[in-house]
């Protein structure tokens, strides 16, 4: 699974680790992510990530 980068300010997304804290499991791949999910560092939706 590839790594997608937040375009405003590169928190980096890694299927891998997920997000545990905002309810992503490790090992999600960033297209099985609710579209309610924005970035925890400066809260854009996933439209605002590219794919690494």
Do not use: H, R
């Amino acid at each position: 699974m590839n790594s997608w980068v937040c375009m405003v300010c590169g928190y980096v997304y890694v299927p891998e680790e997920g997000d545990p804290e905002n309810g992503v499991e490790p090992g999600t791949a960033f297209e099985d992510i609710p579209d309610t999910w924005v970035c925890p560092l400066c809260g854009v939706g996933k439209d605002q990530f590219e794919e690494e």
